[in-house]
């Protein structure tokens, strides 16, 4: 019998022949000493969606070099039909709620820090070696996060945020314990650190929330804001090239035609018990 071999499947040994096995080059813990880029993902909203729950080291534009690593993450709004993703987003949440945050408004992350973090990032700085809460972090870790940092200084100013130099550093690094945990537990070995923002009415994308979002994307984490009703509008405080802007469509139904199968079944059914009956009683 003939066969044809498709482009996918071609594609798929191609990658098997050059990575070889996962847990021969990417051992658990193997790359976390290496200096790790963000690298942003522009995408469809269907590529978004199968990129998401991946491994990242299967992401386009995956790559190890010297001792850094090239690691691809995702930022994009989408309006419209997402139930669909809203559905594995909860399941991923609860399958890997270490390293994946997920808020139903916008709220919690605009959160302002409390006025101690404020007062201890006015005398204390933004040396993260120094900073206390995060000596528990790796050496690999508090550089990325110093680097990560900086990018979201430059990111605020681009983006006019109102917030001070001492309100942003504490907003990030003194008050911030959950971003800071889930980006603790996250490794490049497996998928990226995440969180979701369901916006399910609406609610004010502050600059604290802005902040912490940049932040999060700085860090290479997955960063996917959803609403049905189009209230996923960071484009108002955060600069439109930082991140993708989706519209989900739901999925075509032809409701007339399963209307009239409907009919047509109760017709059928009536004519047969209508034979039916004057079979038996005539």
């Known amino acids: 019998m003939k066969k044809h071999q498709t482009t996918a499947h071609k594609a798929e040994a191609e990658l098997a022949e050059i990575l070889g096995t996962e847990a021969q080059l990417y051992k658990q813990g193997a790359l976390a000493d290496y200096d790790v880029v963000p690298l942003r993902l522009e995408t469809t909203y269907h590529e978004a969606c199968l990129l998401l729950f991946e491994k990242s080291v299967v992401r386009p534009g995956f790559k ?21 993703l809203v559905k594995r987003a909860r399941a991923w949440h609860s399958n890997n709620h270490k390293t994946t945050l997920y808020y139903s408004n916008f709220k919690m992350l605009g959160r302002a820090p409390q006025a101690s973090a404020v007062q201890a990032a006015q005398q204390q700085g933004a ?11 790796s050496t690999a870790k508090k550089k990325q996060l110093a680097a990560a940092y900086k990018q979201t200084q430059q990111w605020a100013k681009s983006c006019q945020l109102s917030l001070s130099e001492a309100e942003i550093c504490a907003a990030c690094l003194y008050d911030n314990a959950k971003i800071i945990d889930a980006f603790h537990h996250g490794n490049a070995e497996q998928s990226n650190a995440k969180c979701f923002v369901d916006v399910v009415q609406k609610s004010t994308v502050n600059d604290y929330a802005a902040i912490r979002l940049l932040l999060m994307h700085a860090l290479a984490f997955d960063v996917v804001v959803m609403s ?55």
Do not use: M
């Open 64 to 84: 190890l070099t010297a001792q850094a690593v090239d690691y691809p993450c995702l930022f994009f709004q989408v309006d419209g039909a997402i139930e669909e």
């Open 127 to 137: 040396d993260i070696a120094q900073i206390e809460p995060l000596s528990f972090l």
């Open 228 to 282: 049905k009703d189009g209230y996923a509008s960071i484009e108002n405080i955060i600069d439109q090239s930082l991140f993708d802007s989706h519209t989900a469509e739901a999925k075509i139904k032809n409701d007339k035609k399963s209307n009239a199968a409907v009919w047509v079944g109760l017709l059928v059914g009536a004519l047969l018990l209508a034979i039916y009956y004057f079979g038996v009683f005539r």
